[in-house]
């Protein structure tokens, strides 16, 4: 019996984000903002993997991300890889890491919450107590989130749109 592969061409020069959780490549587009750009994206969603059983990759050609976009990826896949491409080689392979305390990227839905303040703006800051499964506590109110209970704050569109960013699983 032969057996069949699914080629997935190699990039010239560009990003790619493997080892992806399972179903989370969409929502890594959507949250990151890597859905606006007008390079050639692969996507592979709930692909083989030895390791995880199911992964989710990403391959984005001329993109490279930044210390926000990863630390993005990292709330939402922990176990994620990043790959820099350079003539169709890896240059540069990182796991993402995610930092002890998450600042700015996310809201506090807790309208008493200092954070939430219109009077003396101030920026959201999570303590991080568990990695996975995910588990973070506001260090204002103290109000604890686990990774299905998480907004993000709302990013803008190259449109000037906002974009609600939220977590369905």
């Given amino acids: 019996m032969s057996e069949y592969k699914l080629k997935i061409d190699k990039i010239q020069k560009g990003t790619v984000i493997d080892h992806v ?11 990151t903002g890597l859905d606006e750009t007008n390079s050639l994206m692969t996507i592979g969603v709930n692909v083989s993997s030895k390791k995880y059983t199911k992964k989710d990759i990403i391959k984005i050609e001329n993109v490279f991300l930044d210390e926000i976009q990863m630390q993005q990826i990292s709330i939402l896949s922990p176990n994620a890889t990043i790959s820099l491409i350079e003539d169709f080689k890896v240059i540069e392979k ?40 995910l588990k973070i506590q506001c260090i204002f109110c103290d109000r604890i989130y686990r990774l299905h209970e998480i907004k993000f704050k709302p990013r ?11 977590i369905e699983l």
């Fill in 21 to 31: 959780d399972a179903g989370f490549a969409l929502t890594i587009l959507n949250l």
């Fill in 94 to 133: 990182k796991k993402v890491e995610m930092p002890s305390i998450i600042k700015k990227l996310i809201v506090c839905e807790t309208k008493t919450c200092i954070s939430n303040s219109k009077k003396e703006p101030i920026d959201t800051e999570f303590l991080v107590l568990d990695k996975n499964p």
């Fill in 156 to 166: 803008r569109r190259k449109s000037g749109k906002k974009v609600k960013q939220t």
